[in-house]
């Protein structure tokens, strides 16, 4: 039997828009300063700004709190952070089933039909898969899972 999928993008945008959860990796930095052809420092200078914990996170417009390179869509998709591309499989929604249901009022493309149990299976399998788990110290929480077991 084919197990439903957890998750399917609907490019809605909802997870481009708040304050302060686009944390970048170094990993990241490189990546995107490469995208828009300009050093990390520029990066960090011109998008960038300090996060509460002294990490680093990209920048929101003012009017609409949307991420700065949201525009009808995600324009640096191809070097887009760890932390949209882990999206919605972070570790509070894989770990708790109330962060999860929390997450569902807001992303139309969660399975509201799947058990917790079958998305944090999937989940773990999409973060090893795409070696998105961190425990750099710069790196987002949501991306600092516990060491996989091989």
Not at 49 to 66: G, M, N, T
Not at 91 to 103: E, Q, V
Request: aromatic share 8%; charged share 25%.
């Amino acid at each position: 039997m084919i197990e439903p999928e957890a998750f399917s993008c609907k490019m809605c945008g909802h997870c481009c828009q708040g304050k302060g959860g686009i944390i970048l990796t170094d990993k990241d930095s490189i990546r995107l300063a490469e995208l828009l052809n300009i050093t990390v420092k520029e990066l960090h200078e011109q998008h960038c700004e300090q996060a509460h914990d002294e990490k680093i996170q990209l920048k929101v417009a003012e009017k609409d709190l949307y991420c700065i390179f949201y525009k009808n869509g995600c324009s640096i998709h191809p070097a887009r952070p760890d932390i949209c591309r882990a999206w919605p499989f972070f570790k509070g929604n894989i770990i708790d089933p109330i962060s999860l249901n929390l997450s569902l009022d807001y992303c139309p493309g969660i399975n509201k039909d799947i058990e917790h149990k079958t998305f944090a299976k999937q989940g773990l399998e999409y973060i090893k898969k795409k070696n998105l788990n961190h425990c750099e110290k710069n790196a987002p929480n949501a991306l600092k899972f516990f060491p996989f077991n091989s």
